[in-house]
Structure formats: C-alpha cells, structure tokens
C-alpha cells in the first residue's frame, strides 16, 4: 500500500468530471486499498479518486466513531434525497484548514458496487449522508467552497495559493 498525493483547490484538475469504472480488478482493489491508507493517515472521513487525481467514479469514506467501517462507493448515483436539508460545517482534505456551513439533505439513498463489482443499495443520514454528497460532488468536479459566497469563495483561493507558494 502506498500513501497518495491530494490535490489541493484550486487545482484545474479538481473540476474534472470522473469517468464511471469499467475493470473491477487487482488494480482497482490496490487503487482502493491505498485511498483508504491514505484517508485514514489525513485524518478525513472521504476520499474521491478525482482528489489524487484518478478521474473514475470510485470513493472511500469511514464515518465510524473508531474508524473501522470503511465504505467503497463504485459508480455511485444519489437515487433519493430527502426534501429535509440541514447545513452544517464541512471541511475537505482538498482544501486543508477550512471549513464553512455548506447545505445538503439529510438522509440519502445510493446506489453503488463495491471494489468486487458487487451492487448495492446504501441509506446515509447525518454524517455519513453529508460525506457522500461532498464526495459525489467531487467526481463531478465540484468543490465543497462553490456552493460558498463568490467572496469567501476568492478568499480561500487566495489563502490556498499563498500556503502553497509558501510550502514550495
């Protein structure tokens, strides 16, 4: 297993939309086994392959109290939210260091293989519910700071840009 490199926003290649899995093999069941390694040593409950720039609709996540349960997401569909919305504050391993009220519902349905191919149908709500929303988001291009004011939105880039130039 090997620890993976996450972009970070603004990175162009966060807005690509993922292409769905078509190999369900050793190398998706290694690409996953690393993507949890490397969720867990982040210290985030959700990865999206776009994150470590895989542009395929695979996603890990473990919203356990003892971080236990992971969960793989394979060509994942939301296929019922409920109408019921709460906003809560969301952080992301794409965007270190920053957290903001983000809206999303619920409790949510989705429909998913696992790293076998195997198909499934999961409920979420709460935590888990908000995680694949923010992850699914991610595989369609989207980070969790669009849905923020155009201003705090250009903060958070400026702030972004700045630790990286100062990382460099």
């Known amino acids: 297993m090997a620890l993976l490199n996450i972009l970070c926003y603004p ?17 998706l069941r290694a690409l996953v086994a690393d ?3 490397t969720m867990y040593e982040s210290q985030g409950v959700g990865l999206a392959a776009t994150q470590i720039d895989v542009h395929q609709r695979l996603v890990v996540m473990d919203t356990s109290e003892e971080r236990n349960q992971p969960v793989v997401l394979i060509n994942p569909e939301i296929t019922w939210a409920s109408e019921e919305r709460i906003k809560g504050e969301e952080g992301c391993l794409s965007v270190p260091g920053i957290y903001d009220g983000v809206e999303r519902a619920v409790s949510v349905k989705v429909k998913a293989a696992d790293e076998h191919g195997q198909v499934r149908e999961l409920e979420a709500e709460g935590l888990m519910a908000v995680c694949v929303q923010h992850e699914l988001d991610h595989l369609m291009g989207k980070v ?7 201003l705090k939105r250009n903060r958070i880039k400026t702030k972004m840009l700045k630790a990286q130039k100062d990382s460099a």
Not at 11 to 27: S, Y
Not at 144 to 150: D, I, Q, R
């Open 35 to 37: 993507m949890l390694e």
């Open 11 to 27: 990175d162009p290649r966060l807005h690509k939309v993922a292409k769905p899995v078509t190999e369900f093999d050793e190398k």
């Open 144 to 150: 969790f700071v669009e849905y923020l004011s155009p």
